[in-house]
C-alpha cells in the first residue's frame, strides 16, 4: 500500500499540469520533501523561550518603536493618521471592495468543487472539538468585542446618514429599512469569508501536508522550500503586525465600551488614563486564560461567553419590541440578500461623498488584518472538518447568528429611537461607546443588564486577546504549538500595550487607521494566497484520485482472483461430489464400463 501511494503521489506530481502566472520557481515540485525544515528548526531554545529570531527580533522591535514613538508624539500621531486614512480610503478604496468579493467567490468554488470532499488532516482524521465547541470559539475569537461594540451604535449611525448607495433620506422609513441591511452587509459574509479562505489554507498546508502553522506555509506551492528563508520570514513579520493591530483596534474599542459603562454605572470618569488601567487588569485576565491553555482557557471562555451573549439577547428580545425585532429580521435579510451583489461591488464611484471610507473600506481593512488571527486560530480547531463543512460552518453559522444578535440590539434601537422613546442618535454623535448603556435605560432592570453588558465586554475582550496571544506566540515560533508559558504571557502584554498607545494617540481614528495601514498591504498577500491554496488542493485531488484508483483496482484484482479461485474450487467440488453419488447409486455399471474398456483396449492393441 505504501509503495503504491508513493507511486501514485509522483506520477500525479510528474503528470501535473505547468504552473502558470504567478510561480517564482517554476521548477518547484508541490509536495517535495527534499529540503523540508522540521518545525522550529531554526529557534532558539533556552531561558524559558523558544522563538523564531528572524521573526521574533524584527516584529518586537518595530511594535516597540511604535509604541515608544506613539507615546512620546501622541498629538503629532493623530494628524498623520487623518491624512493617511482619507488617503487611503480615497485612493485604494475600490481595490479593496474587489479583492474581498474575489475571497467569497474562492470560498464558494473551494466548498462546492471537487475539492470540497478533502479531509483538513487526512480521511482519517477525527475533530479534536464537539460543533458546539466550535462554533463557539469561531464567534469568540472572529466578532467578539466589536459586535457588542457597533451592533446599537452602527444601526443609528446608518439612520441618521444612510448609505448613498440607497438613495434615501436620513431618519427615514427608508433609512430604518437600510439601517440594518448596511450593518449585515458589514458583520455577515464578506468577513467570515475572508477568514475562512485564510482558515483553510493554513489548516491545508498545516494538517495534510506538515507544514508549520504560519502564514509563510501557505506560499509553499509558488516558492517551495523559500518559505523557510527571508521571504518566509518578511510574510510572517507582516502577519504579526497585521494581527497585532487588528487585536489592538477590537481591544481599544473593548475596553472604551467597558469605561463607558462603569460611568453610566458608578460615575468613573472617561479617559485614557482610566482606560489605560482597565486595559492593564483585563489583559491580566486574559493572560490568565492564556496559562490555562486551549482546552482549559480559551474553549471554556469562549462557551460561557456564548451562553452569555445569548441570555443577554434573548431577554432584550423579550422585554423589548419583540414583534418588530422579528420582522425587522426577517425583511432585511431579505433585503441584504437582494442588494448582497451591488453592495458588494459598490465603489461610491458617482458621489461626491466618502461614506464608504468611515465604514466599508474600515471594516474590510479590519477584518483582513484581523486574518492572520482568526485564519489561524481557526485551522488550529478545525481538524477533521472536510473543506465544504469547513466553509460552510465558519462562514454561514456566525453570519446568521451575528445578524440575529444585531437585529435584536440594533432593532431595539431603531425602534427607541423612531418612536421618541430614547435619543439615541445623539449619544452615539457624543460617544460610541455609551450607545449599549442608554439602550438599557428604556428596558427593564437597566442597571443589571449594563452590568450584563460590561461583562460580556471584558470576556469579549478576555477571549480575544488571549486566542491572539496564542496565534502571535505561534507566528513567532515557527509554528509550534507548545511554547514556553513566558513567550504566551510577553505578546498577551503587548497586544494590550499597543492598545492603550492607540487609544492615547488618537483614539478611534487612531484605530481605524491602524487597521487600514495594515491591511491595504496585507490584502496583496491574501490574494496571492488564494491562488496558492488553488494549487495545493488541486494538487491533493490528484494524488488521492490517482491512490484511490489503484486501491480499486488492487481491489477488484483481489476480488476476481477470488471469485475464480471459488468457482475452480466449487467445480472440482461438485465433479467429486457427482462421481461419488454415481458410484454409490450403479456400482456394476461402473464394472462392466471398466470391463469394456479393457476389451477395446484389448482390440485397439490387437488391431496395431
Same mark, same amino acid.
Given at each position: 500500500?505504501?509503495?503504491?501511494?508513493?507511486?501514485?503521489?509522483?506520477?500525479?506530481?510528474?503528470?501535473?499540469?505547468?504552473?502558470?502566472?504567478?510561480?517564482?520557481?517554476?521548477?518547484?515540485?508541490?509536495?517535495?520533501?527534499?529540503?523540508?525544515?522540521?518545525?522550529?528548526?531554526?529557534?532558539?531554545?533556552?531561558?524559558?523561550?523558544?522563538?523564531?529570531?528572524?521573526?521574533?527580533?524584527?516584529?518586537?522591535?518595530?511594535?516597540?518603536?511604535?509604541?515608544?514613538?506613539?507615546?512620546?508624539?501622541?498629538?503629532?500621531?493623530?494628524?498623520?493618521?487623518?491624512?493617511?486614512?482619507?488617503?487611503?480610503?480615497?485612493?485604494?478604496?475600490?481595490?479593496?471592495?474587489?479583492?474581498?468579493?474575489?475571497?467569497?467567490?474562492?470560498?464558494?468554488?473551494?466548498?462546492?468543487?471537487?475539492?470540497?470532499?478533502?479531509?483538513?488532516?487526512?480521511?482519517?482524521?477525527?475533530?479534536? =472539538?464537539?460543533? *458546539? !465547541?466550535?462554533?463557539?470559539?469561531?464567534?469568540? #475569537?472572529?466578532? /467578539?468585542? %466589536? @459586535?457588542? &461594540?457597533? +451592533?446599537?451604535?452602527?444601526?443609528?449611525?446608518?439612520?441618521?446618514?444612510?448609505?448613498?448607495?440607497?438613495?434615501?433620506?436620513?431618519?427615514?422609513?427608508?433609512?430604518?429599512?437600510?439601517?440594518?441591511?448596511?450593518? =449585515?452587509?458589514? *458583520? !455577515?459574509?464578506?468577513?467570515?469569508?475572508?477568514? #475562512?479562505?485564510? /482558515?483553510? %489554507? @493554513?489548516? &491545508?498546508? +498545516?494538517?495534510?501536508?506538515?507544514?508549520?502553522?504560519?502564514?509563510?506555509?501557505?506560499?509553499?506551492?509558488?516558492?517551495?522550500?523559500?518559505?523557510?528563508?527571508?521571504?518566509?520570514?518578511?510574510?510572517?513579520?507582516?502577519?504579526?503586525?497585521?494581527?497585532?493591530?487588528?487585536?489592538?483596534?477590537?481591544?481599544?474599542? /473593548?475596553?472604551?465600551?467597558?469605561?463607558?459603562?462603569?460611568?453610566?454605572?458608578?460615575?468613573?470618569?472617561?479617559?485614557?488614563?482610566?482606560?489605560?488601567?482597565?486595559?492593564?487588569?483585563?489583559?491580566?485576565?486574559?493572560?490568565?486564560?492564556?496559562?490555562?491553555?486551549?482546552?482549559?482557557?480559551?474553549?471554556?471562555?469562549?462557551?460561557?461567553?456564548?451562553?452569555?451573549?445569548?441570555?443577554?439577547?434573548?431577554?432584550?428580545?423579550?422585554?423589548?419590541?419583540?414583534?418588530?425585532?422579528?420582522?425587522?429580521?426577517?425583511?432585511?435579510?431579505?433585503?441584504?440578500?437582494?442588494?448582497?451583489?451591488?453592495?458588494?461591488?459598490?465603489?461610491?464611484?458617482?458621489?461626491?461623498?466618502?461614506?464608504?471610507?468611515?465604514?466599508?473600506?474600515?471594516?474590510?481593512?479590519?477584518?483582513?488584518?484581523?486574518?492572520?488571527?482568526?485564519?489561524?486560530?481557526?485551522?488550529?480547531?478545525?481538524?477533521?472538518?472536510?473543506?465544504?463543512?469547513?466553509?460552510?460552518?465558519?462562514?454561514?453559522?456566525?453570519?446568521?447568528?451575528?445578524?440575529?444578535?444585531?437585529?435584536?440590539?440594533?432593532?431595539?434601537?431603531?425602534?427607541?429611537?423612531?418612536?421618541?422613546?430614547?435619543?439615541?442618535?445623539?449619544?452615539?454623535?457624543?460617544?460610541?461607546?455609551?450607545?449599549?448603556?442608554?439602550?438599557?435605560?428604556?428596558?427593564?432592570?437597566?442597571?443589571?443588564?449594563?452590568?450584563?453588558?460590561?461583562?460580556?465586554?471584558?470576556?469579549?475582550?478576555?477571549?480575544?486577546?488571549?486566542?491572539?496571544?496564542?496565534?502571535?506566540?505561534?507566528?513567532?515560533?515557527?509554528?509550534?504549538?507548545?511554547?514556553?508559558?513566558?513567550?504566551?504571557?510577553?505578546?498577551?502584554?503587548?497586544?494590550?500595550?499597543?492598545?492603550?498607545?492607540?487609544?492615547?494617540?488618537?483614539?478611534?481614528?487612531?484605530?481605524?487607521?491602524?487597521?487600514?495601514?495594515?491591511?491595504?498591504?496585507?490584502?496583496?498577500?491574501?490574494?496571492?494566497?488564494?491562488?496558492?491554496?488553488?494549487?495545493?488542493?488541486?494538487?491533493?485531488?490528484?494524488?488521492?484520485?490517482?491512490?484511490?484508483?489503484?486501491?480499486?483496482?488492487?481491489?477488484?484484482?483481489?476480488?476476481?482472483?477470488?471469485?475464480?479461485?471459488?468457482?475452480?474450487?466449487?467445480?472440482?467440488?461438485?465433479?467429486?461430489?457427482?462421481?461419488?453419488?454415481?458410484?454409490?447409486?450403479?456400482?456394476?455399471?461402473?464394472?462392466?464400463?471398466?470391463?469394456?474398456?479393457?476389451?477395446?483396449?484389448?482390440?485397439?492393441?490387437?488391431?496395431?
Amino acid at each position: 500500500m505504501r509503495k503504491e501511494e508513493a507511486r501514485a503521489r509522483k506520477e500525479a506530481i510528474e503528470n501535473r499540469p505547468p504552473f502558470r502566472g504567478l510561480q517564482i520557481n517554476p521548477t518547484t515540485s508541490l509536495f517535495d520533501e527534499e529540503g523540508k525544515e522540521e518545525i522550529g528548526e531554526r529557534n532558539w531554545k533556552g531561558w524559558g523561550v523558544d522563538i523564531h529570531p528572524q521573526v521574533t527580533i524584527p516584529a518586537t522591535i518595530i511594535l516597540l518603536l511604535f509604541i515608544i514613538l506613539l507615546s512620546i508624539f501622541s498629538q503629532e500621531a493623530n494628524v498623520v493618521f487623518d491624512y493617511i486614512l482619507d488617503a487611503v480610503t480615497n485612493y485604494t478604496g475600490w481595490f479593496m471592495i474587489l479583492a474581498t468579493a474575489i475571497f467569497i467567490g474562492a470560498g464558494l468554488f473551494f466548498a462546492f468543487s471537487r475539492y470540497g470532499k478533502i479531509v483538513i488532516g487526512g480521511n482519517d482524521a477525527k475533530p479534536e =472539538f464537539s460543533r *458546539w !465547541g466550535w462554533f463557539a470559539m469561531l464567534l469568540s #475569537a472572529g466578532m /467578539g468585542i %466589536g @459586535l457588542v &461594540f457597533w +451592533s446599537v451604535a452602527e444601526p443609528i449611525s446608518h439612520l441618521g446618514e444612510p448609505s448613498p448607495m440607497f438613495n434615501v433620506d436620513p431618519n427615514s422609513a427608508g433609512a430604518v429599512k437600510t439601517a440594518l441591511t448596511s450593518s =449585515f452587509f458589514h *458583520w !455577515g459574509i464578506h468577513p467570515w469569508a475572508i477568514y #475562512a479562505i485564510v /482558515g483553510l %489554507g @493554513l489548516a &491545508f498546508f +498545516s494538517y495534510n501536508k506538515g507544514l508549520p502553522l504560519t502564514i509563510r506555509s501557505l506560499f509553499y506551492p509558488l516558492i517551495g522550500n523559500k518559505i523557510y528563508g527571508w521571504w518566509g520570514n518578511i510574510i510572517d513579520i507582516l502577519s504579526v503586525l497585521a494581527t497585532m493591530t487588528g487585536l489592538a483596534t477590537s481591544l481599544g474599542l /473593548g475596553v472604551s465600551q467597558v469605561n463607558a459603562g462603569l460611568n453610566y454605572l458608578f460615575g468613573i470618569s472617561i479617559s485614557p488614563g482610566i482606560q489605560i488601567v482597565l486595559i492593564i487588569v483585563i489583559t491580566a485576565f486574559a493572560t490568565t486564560s492564556v496559562v490555562l491553555g486551549l482546552d482549559k482557557g480559551v474553549q471554556k471562555l469562549s462557551e460561557i461567553n456564548m451562553v452569555l451573549a445569548a441570555i443577554f439577547a434573548l431577554f432584550i428580545l423579550l422585554v423589548g419590541p419583540t414583534v418588530f425585532i422579528l420582522s425587522g429580521f426577517t425583511q432585511n435579510l431579505g433585503y441584504y440578500a437582494a442588494n448582497f451583489i451591488e453592495m458588494s461591488f459598490w465603489t461610491e464611484t458617482f458621489t461626491s461623498t466618502n461614506w464608504q471610507g468611515s465604514w466599508t473600506l474600515f471594516y474590510w481593512a479590519w477584518w483582513i488584518s484581523w486574518s492572520p488571527f482568526v485564519g489561524m486560530f481557526i485551522a488550529r480547531i478545525s481538524k477533521g472538518r472536510s473543506v465544504k463543512e469547513f466553509i460552510i460552518g465558519v462562514v454561514l453559522v456566525p453570519t446568521i447568528i451575528s445578524a440575529i444578535f444585531m437585529s435584536i440590539l440594533g432593532g431595539t434601537a431603531l425602534y427607541q429611537q423612531i418612536n421618541g422613546i430614547n435619543d439615541l442618535a445623539s449619544v452615539v454623535n457624543v460617544d460610541e461607546s455609551l450607545a449599549l448603556f442608554s439602550l438599557s435605560d428604556s428596558l427593564p432592570l437597566s442597571s443589571i443588564l449594563s452590568v450584563v453588558g460590561i461583562i460580556l465586554v471584558t470576556v469579549f475582550f478576555i477571549t480575544s486577546s488571549d486566542s491572539g496571544s496564542l496565534v502571535i506566540d505561534h507566528l513567532t515560533s515557527g509554528g509550534k504549538l507548545d511554547t514556553p508559558l513566558a513567550q504566551r504571557i510577553f505578546w498577551a502584554i503587548i497586544e494590550g500595550a499597543v492598545a492603550a498607545v492607540l487609544l492615547i494617540g488618537g483614539g478611534l481614528t487612531a484605530l481605524q487607521t491602524a487597521s487600514i495601514i495594515t491591511g491595504l498591504p496585507f490584502t496583496f498577500v491574501l490574494l496571492a494566497m488564494v491562488y496558492s491554496l488553488y494549487l495545493g488542493l488541486r494538487q491533493e485531488f490528484l494524488i488521492e484520485r490517482a491512490v484511490r484508483e489503484k486501491l480499486r483496482k488492487v481491489r477488484n484484482d483481489h476480488i476476481i482472483t477470488e471469485v475464480v479461485q471459488s468457482n475452480v474450487e466449487d467445480k472440482a467440488l461438485v465433479e467429486n461430489v457427482a462421481e461419488k453419488l454415481a458410484e454409490e447409486e450403479d456400482p456394476e455399471e461402473d464394472t462392466n464400463e471398466e470391463t469394456n474398456e479393457d476389451d477395446y483396449n484389448t482390440e485397439s492393441q490387437s488391431s496395431q
